[in-house]
């Protein structure tokens, strides 16, 4: 069956002087959409096969092998609109995942704009209907279990589908100063938002840009016991990834390595933020091998039966709240492209 399935689908560093560097930042961590344009994955690769499918399996719900490898079994989609939030991107087909991440989202979107002056979200990608390798965009969002929030607040307007596709991002950033954050635009909500995602048990880790980070750890006063769930990550600096652990009872699910105990604002983050992560590669003789692609035999082995399993009806049937609660008959039911375009940057 895979093989018929691959047959169908076939159709930066120190020597960088500090303005150079800022610049390299600026126009890279805050392009966004524009940095994962690439050309489409190889035909009969994961990410060819698992972006070609435009619907999750029936059954029940399961995370199979780690966020970063593996796939997801009876998704449910985060229905397209909310009281407090709204999907984004939604030719990507990527606001699928398990019930436990997408119940997660809208109870944060309650919870931040009942407590936190955030008047919703603005959510990103999730992963596919059937999880596994995404051709742009990201690395992990494989398993249903990682999910994207941008650090633009709702606005009070439903946006139009097109509005949807095409709303800029908006780093927190300075975009003259290295890894400094932008005052204009940061806000006491954006930390009341972070916190309250981390608050929650089952979230693991939320990964936000080093410079945000520094700013939650100079500036937080109120309880930083969760303060070390944020974690330090370029990249992140116009959404947060929010990470939940497997849960319990998932077979099948690899979890990730626990957070060190502390708030995270010590030398590891001081790392972040200096030279050495930047720093110019050691030359090396060999050229560098070709990165092999990605096979769907390269991903734990029920990840086969999960491509060959038969689809739900449709959109709506595997919407979250079973009838798509908050949804609009509009975007509900618009058509889904098989592959996606240009993604957000590449992150974990």
Known sequence: MVSLLVRTFQTIGQTIGKFSLIATISTGLIAGDALAQQAGPTP????????????????????IGFYAKGCLAGAVALPTDGPTWQAMRLSRNRRWGRPDMIGLLERLSRDAAKHDGWPGLLVGDISQPRGGPMFNGHASHQIGLDADVWLTPMPPHKLTVAERETLPFTSMLAKDKF???????????????????????????????????KKMCDTWTGDRSNLGKLRPEYGHDSHFHIRIRCPAGSVGCTPQAPVAAGDGCDKTLAWWLGPE??????????????????????????????????PVASVRAATYGATGIGASAETETMPISGNTPPGQIPQQ
């Open 44 to 63: 009969g690769s994961a990410k060819a096969i698992f972006g070609a499918v435009t619907l999750p399996t029936q059954g029940p719900t399961q995370s």
């Open 179 to 213: 890894l400094t954050i932008n005052d204009r635009v940061w806000t006491p909500a954006h930390a009341r938002l972070l916190m309250r995602a981390a608050s929650y048990p089952e979230v693991e880790r939320i990964f936000v840009n080093p410079a945000i980070k």
């Open 277 to 310: 992560p930047w720093a110019k590669p050691k030359p090396d003789t060999k050229p560098p091998a070709k990165p092999r692609e990605i096979m769907v035999s390269d991903l734990p082995r029920a990840c086969q039966a999960v491509v060959a399993a038969p």
